[in-house]
């Protein structure tokens, strides 16, 4: 392997990062800063990008493939990308809308590589602030959504998560899995129809 293909030798894939608070992203201005750092290779301004989007990789991929390997296989992946071609970043989205799009890509392909294009979404951390009960109850509620997540198509999946796990609008759902916004709402549209059949009670309350 060509040495410019190569992982930075960093400790941060060695050490998982620490879940931010969800209000403590940074702003597109500040990634954006890190991505000019980046194209550089500055590694100290990947190191910083690599602990913001890990989490949010991790989440979005929980709900996109239970295989724990091919979600870590996809975040190296798509980070190795941003580390290689911090220079093909144009800013014509924001840096965020930029990763998720690869992660995307990178998902799909891996799971196409692995015949296995509709995994059960994988589990999330209980709230430790939470009672007994009431971490019994989350866990009880994430499997039941995973297993109805689980019987929507990949891109349904992938525009549901988007939308009510990572707070995106169309527009951004759009650019991250190349489609036309409409292709997204009709997307949308048929993705709650299918849940709305397979849960009980308001989708609010799931999602």
């Given at each position: 392997?060509?040495?410019?293909?190569?992982?930075?030798?960093?400790?941060?894939?060695?050490?998982?990062?620490?879940?931010?608070?969800?209000d403590a992203r940074p702003?597109?201005?500040?990634?954006?800063?890190?991505?000019?750092?980046?194209?550089?290779?500055?590694?100290?301004?990947?190191?910083?990008?690599?602990?913001?989007?890990?989490?949010?990789?991790?989440?979005?991929?929980?709900?996109?493939?239970?295989?724990?390997?091919?979600?870590?296989?996809?975040?190296?992946?798509?980070?190795?990308?941003?580390?290689?071609?911090?220079?093909?970043?144009?800013?014509?989205?924001?840096?965020?809308?930029?990763?998720?799009?690869?992660?995307?890509?990178?998902?799909?392909?891996?799971?196409?590589?692995?015949?296995?294009?509709?995994?059960?979404?994988?589990?999330?951390?209980?709230?430790?602030?939470?009672?007994?009960?009431?971490?019994?109850?989350?866990?009880?509620?994430?499997?039941?959504?995973?297993?109805?997540?689980?019987?929507?198509?990949?891109?349904?999946?992938?525009?549901?998560?988007?939308?009510?796990?990572?707070?995106?609008?169309?527009?951004?759902?759009?650019?991250?899995?190349?489609?036309?916004?409409?292709?997204?709402?009709?997307?949308?549209?048929?993705?709650?129809?299918?849940?709305?059949?397979?849960?009980?009670?308001?989708?609010?309350?799931?999602?």
């Amino acid at each position: 392997m060509n040495s410019d293909r190569r992982f930075p030798m960093l400790p941060i894939p060695l050490v998982r990062p620490r879940r931010p608070a969800r209000d403590a992203r940074p702003s597109d201005a500040v990634d954006a800063a890190l991505i000019d750092r980046v194209a550089r290779h500055d590694l100290a301004a990947f190191e910083a990008l690599y602990r913001a989007y890990h989490p949010r990789l991790e989440r979005f991929l929980a709900r996109m493939t239970a295989r724990a390997g091919v979600a870590e296989e996809v975040i190296n992946d798509t980070m190795l990308v941003v580390w290689n071609r911090g220079r093909a970043y144009n800013r014509q989205s924001k840096v965020s809308t930029w990763i998720f799009a690869i992660a995307y890509r990178k998902t799909l392909k891996a799971l196409q590589r692995e015949g296995a294009a509709a995994d059960e979404p994988g589990d999330e951390e209980a709230d430790p602030e939470a009672g007994p009960e009431r971490r019994a109850a989350a866990r009880e509620t994430r499997a039941l959504l995973a297993q109805a997540l689980e019987r929507l198509s990949f891109e349904q999946r992938a525009v549901l998560n988007l939308t009510y796990f990572h707070g995106m609008g169309y527009g951004e759902i759009a650019q991250i899995v190349e489609c036309p916004v409409d292709t997204v709402k009709t997307r949308m549209f048929h993705a709650r129809r299918r849940l709305r059949a397979i849960l009980a009670g308001d989708l609010g309350d799931w999602l």
